[in-house]
Nanobody, 125 residues
Framework: QVQLVESGGGLVQAGGSLRLSCAASGRTFSNLVMGWFRQAPGKEREFVFAISWSGGRTLTADSVKGRFTISRDNDKNTVYLQMNSLKPEDTAVYVC??????????????????WGQGTQVTVSS
């Protein structure tokens, strides 16, 4: 199994920045495609970002392109989501996800077998 633990969420003013972290354990991290999803109240889960095994390829949602970046540190078994120029509509629970079935990026939640508990991000106007 894979266990994922997110951290770094909080309350921030519009235009501000946050960096989320997701620490993984349970199997070789370098063989996990890592992703971020988010879910706001009353809305369905939304894909945000994904990153390949070595970090060379990423997949980005149009809603965050140019504002968010994803990175990973395989020595620390951790993936990061740097969020800049935050908007109130970015308010959501951000959830880390992982898949081990090949180095292919995906936007669909069903492609990810492992999920964290989520961390709340609230952006005030």
């Amino acid at each position: 199994q894979v266990q994922l633990v997110e951290s770094g969420g909080g309350l921030v003013q519009a235009g501000g920045s946050l960096r989320l972290s997701c620490a993984a354990s349970g199997r070789t991290f370098s063989n996990l495609v890592m992703g971020w999803f988010r879910q706001a109240p009353g809305k369905e889960r939304e894909f945000v970002f994904a990153i390949s095994w070595s970090g060379g390829r990423t997949l980005t949602a149009d809603s965050v392109k140019g504002r968010f970046t994803i990175s990973r540190d395989n020595d620390k078994n951790t993936v990061y989501l740097q969020m800049n120029s935050l908007k109130p509509e970015d308010t959501a629970v951000y959830v880390c996800a992982a898949r081990g079935n090949g180095d292919f990026l995906a936007r669909t939640a069903s492609n990810y077998a492992y999920w964290g508990q989520g961390t709340q991000v609230t952006v005030s106007s």
